[in-house]
């Protein structure tokens, strides 16, 4: 019943960990800990599983979001989190893709360890005040506060026009098209003016140490690398995204995830660490579901 149970939540499980901490290896330890104690419980006397999971694994991810903190410090160049190759599916929960996102995920990484959870528990998962509150340990009047803080924070940061799939398949498809050709023209009519590139290597793989910004400096970056590198560009979803994933003589090099608003890409997140890219090669599950749950 035990084994029932956890894997009927599991994905859920995962795709908490996963908003908390932006890394998916990070993700998988966290529900395996919350395994190891939901095995040790006696289950006869836990009425709501779910609320019951989610509490442990929010205390997992919170001991290891703030042990992380360490080595995002030390980390070499921009920090990205960890993409996940995902299906058509993830995009069709609007929510769910919209906060799985590389875009809203690198705007939570500006949040509190306490501040993302609470965030990620009420705004995406829509857990009742109470059971979060359990979940952190502070009062539920303590927990509404901290809620209106970081949602004010993320509004601040996240797109301020919704996209829809179809019209981030369209500039996805342009994109795609002008790196193909090396057409420089091509990239300035999708790039915004003031498009920002942000690439993680993670020290162990060339990329830009610091943000490359405009329009016009992004395009010939994206040029040269192609001339440089000779790659090639296929078009994949990212995060429940349409997105870009670039091959080099048949193996991922890179993931990339646009974000798009009025019909151009503001930002583009290239994550080269080949540490972060092992996920890429299986279909992530992803949901806010319990499974087999409509």
Known sequence: MSEDAFALHRS????????MLGSASDAEDVVQETWLRWADVDHTVVRDPR????????????NRLRSMARRREEYVGEWLPEPLLTGPD?????????????AMLTVLETLGP???AVFVL???FDTPYED???AIGKSPAAVRQIAHRARDRVAARRPRTPVSTTEQQEVVE??????????????LDVLAPDVVLVA???????????PVEGSERVANFIVSGARSFGFELRPVWINGSPAVQIEIGGSVDTAVSLAVENGRITRIYAVRNPHKLARLATTAALTRMVQGQT
């Open 200 to 210: 993680d290597g993670g020290g162990l793989v060339p990329a830009a140490r610091h």
């Open 132 to 134: 979060i509150a359990d």
């Open 90 to 102: 993830v995009a069709a929960d609007v929510e769910l893709a919209e906060s799985v996102s590389i």
């Open 51 to 62: 609320a019951y999971l989610v509490r442990i694994v929010t205390r997992q991810a919170l």
């Open 114 to 116: 306490t501040e993302r």
């Open 122 to 124: 009420r705004d995406v």
């Open 12 to 19: 859920l499980l995962f795709t908490v960990a996963y908003e």
């Open 174 to 187: 342009r994109f795609l098209a002008a790196s193909r050709q090396g057409d420089v023209q091509g990239l």
